[in-house]
């Protein structure tokens, strides 16, 4: 677009100056014409060829002609022999004029002006010679120009957009570390960018720093909450535990109280896993992480949770093999994460349930799959169960806090891998990437 439009302007230019020049040749021989026309009411036919006489020795190359006609149309005088023109055109071609010699014009025409003198006939002419020549030069300057001027906006445009194409890559590099969980990210700014990205940049900077202070906010209060009564419930557990081994105990309300105990105890549960969850978000363990087999944690999660699989007659099985897979990360964070993924399935699959692990490395990435054919999760509340204590089932009647997964997404956010869920048809799929 921008070199069609900059070729528009330049044939433009170029077609005024040819206008201009062309108006110019005809104001010119339109004021010489008015003046053999003032030498003939002066001084009559003889005053005329007197100054055509001199009119003709300003010629060069022929570039101007004159033939001056009687009323039968016979030549009286004139530096060429005859002008074959059609009525009164203002042109025509340097082949139709008869010189008297040779032509010295290189001119491809003549412009051309007739004025009556009495019954006599002035035809006056100039070549386009000098018309065509400079045209030529003014339009190989423009050609010239026009190459110039695409060179240099082509330039400037190619470095403004890489400039523009970098900022854009920072912007959406910047995002996406945001979106991952890194919230210190920012995009970087020079003090003199001004311009409408530099604008969009500091907004961007400030919604995060905004969002990071919220994002503070919470978990600073989800873990001071989390601390502050998980002790007072650690307290009140003991209590219970010593109302229970009391021998002054009612027998009907010893059960109720061990009852109570476990109750205490799940809260406990929720409480430290809540505080796992902000310790995980804050990041801190990544300054600890090293080569991990998962094949190794995948089988010692199996030893340990076969037995409990048996006792629900269920089979959990490991299908990676003995070949190594290795991630870069936080052993014991990772181990949880798959006896999360690990109970989460042995807990709300019915008897005669399938749960399997598996592993599979390319050179992009390692895949951790764990397949159950239970009930699975409606397709609407997938992403919902990772956030903190939301519960597929509502009323809530069966165990669990609901933050079993939201300690998995963290740990997974914290190792920079996707989980996700899908339908295993039956049943629910859970599958996390670590990239390489």
Not at 309 to 338: I, K, R, S, Y
Not at 389 to 409: D, H, I, P, Q
């Amino acid at each position: 677009m921008y070199s069609f439009v900059t070729a528009l302007v330049f044939a433009g230019a170029y077609k005024l100056a040819e206008y201009e020049t062309t108006d110019w040749i005809k104001e010119q021989l339109v004021d010489e014409e008015a003046a053999f026309l003032a030498i003939y009411e002066d001084q009559g036919l003889d005053g005329v060829i007197e100054g055509l006489t001199k009119y003709g020795a300003f010629n060069f190359e022929d570039h101007r002609i004159y033939l001056l006609l009687d009323a039968n149309g016979q030549r009286i005088v004139g530096n060429v022999d005859t002008i074959g023109r059609t009525a009164k055109a203002d042109y025509v071609d340097a082949s139709a004029i008869g010189f008297s010699g040779h032509n010295e014009n290189e001119a491809f025409g003549y412009i051309l002006r007739s004025v009556n003198l009495g019954e006599n006939t002035l035809v006056l002419g100039t070549s386009t010679y000098f018309l065509l020549e400079l045209l030529e030069g003014f339009g190989g300057g423009l050609i010239i120009g026009f190459v110039v001027v695409i060179m240099v906006g082509s330039g400037v445009g190619i470095a403004v957009g890489r400039r523009t194409e970098t900022r854009l890559r920072q912007v959406s590099g910047t995002l996406e570390r945001v979106a991952k969980g890194d919230l210190g990210a920012r995009v970087s700014l020079h003090h003199n960018d001004a311009d409408d990205l530099a604008r969009l940049s500091r907004e961007i900077n400030s919604t995060i720093s905004q969002l990071e202070k919220m994002v503070e906010s919470q978990n600073q209060i989800t873990a001071d909450i989390a601390h502050d009564l998980r002790t007072p419930m650690q307290r009140l557990r003991q209590r219970l535990e010593a109302i229970g081994q009391s021998e002054e105990l009612a027998d009907h309300l010893s059960g109720q109280v061990y009852q109570a105990i476990e109750a205490a105890d799940d809260l406990i549960e929720t409480f430290h896993a809540l505080l796992r969850i902000s310790q995980i978000e804050a990041g801190a363990q990544r300054e600890s992480f090293r080569e991990v087999d998962l094949t190794a944690v995948l089988s010692r999660i199996e030893d340990a949770y076969s037995a409990v699989a048996e006792e629900n007659n269920q089979t959990l099985v490991f299908t990676g093999g003995a070949a190594p897979h290795t991630v870069l990360g936080d052993q014991q964070l990772l181990t949880q994460m798959v006896a999360n993924v690990v109970e989460n399935a042995l807990r709300h699959c019915p008897s005669k349930a399938r749960v399997e692990m598996s592993l599979l490395s390319t050179s992009d990435h390692t895949t951790f799959t764990v397949c159950d054919n239970g009930p699975g999760i409606p397709e609407r509340d997938r992403e919902k169960v990772f956030r903190r204590l939301y519960r597929v089932e509502k009323s809530r009647t069966t165990s669990g806090n609901g933050l079993g997964f939201s300690l998995v997404k963290a740990i997974a956010d914290l190792h920079c891998a996707k989980v996700a869920l899908s339908d295993n048809q039956p049943g629910l799929k859970v599958t996390v990437l670590f990239s390489k």
